[in-house]
């Protein structure tokens, strides 16, 4: 059964570090892997997608890389801002399911 | 533009209502879905659908019902609400865009029993 974990729970960074976000799977059997920011009682936006086929995804200030084979991700933001604060969720795709981490939030402090 | 769409934004209704709320689509997808998620905990699958009269239930036990008779539209029903069913539901689909297979969430419906 496919778990995804997602490290730290919580983080909070002065602002303009770059910072890394991570998420694990147990089972690399992937179609593609989703990085999502959540506001405060909000929806969920999509940030970066990566097929199982891709390394890594670029947009912006972000930048998610995908290894299948040891069943990691991480989402690096470069020169954060406050406006970054947010709950990061990672989700794999098996099958037509989408199973999702806890998320770690992020505190960017002015 | 192509989008999804949730109303109520906000509910608060008395116990033993009858609540539905609504999810619409405008990127054509066949599938779409339904999560509950409480304040700093994951999201949890309580209703999904591949296309129209499709519709499956998901990991987490839900007291309520959803249709499809549209593929835009799949709205969540609650026959009688209760205190428990307080939470954010968050409504999504997912389809290929050309490029990548993806998920598209709409803005959620916050709704609080009393």
């Known amino acids: 059964k496919q778990e995804v974990t997602q490290i730290p729970a919580a983080l909070s960074v002065p602002e303009g570090e770059n910072l890394v976000l991570n998420c694990s799977f147990t089972?690399?059997?992937?179609?593609?892997l989703q990085w999502f920011r959540q506001d405060p009682g909000k929806g969920l936006t999509s940030l970066l997608l990566i097929q199982s086929s891709q390394r890594e995804q670029t947009s912006g200030r972000l930048n998610a890389s995908l290894d299948k084979s040891s069943g990691r991700s991480t989402l690096y933001i470069a020169a954060s801002q406050p406006g970054d604060s947010a709950t990061y969720l990672c989700a794999v795709r098996s099958n037509y399911q989408l199973i999702w981490g806890a998320g770690t939030k992020l505190i960017i402090k002015p | 533009e192509a989008d999804i769409y949730q109303t109520p934004r906000y509910l608060v209704i008395g116990t033993g209502k009858k609540i539905t709320l609504e999810c619409s689509q405008t990127m054509g997808h066949d599938k779409m879905y339904w999560y509950q998620q409480d304040p700093g905990m994951e999201l949890h699958l309580i209703h999904y659908s591949y296309g129209v009269n499709s519709t499956e239930k998901g990991d987490l036990s839900s007291e309520s019902t959803v249709s499809r008779i549209r593929t835009e539209h799949f709205p969540l029903t609650l026959e009688s609400a209760r205190p428990s069913h307080t939470s954010q539901y968050l409504c999504?689909?997912?389809?290929?865009?050309?490029?990548?297979?993806?998920?598209?969430f709409g803005s959620g419906t916050r709704l609080t029993v009393v």
């Open positions: 089972d690399s059997a992937i179609y593609n």
């Open positions: 999504a689909s997912s389809g290929w865009d050309g490029l990548n297979y993806g998920y598209t």
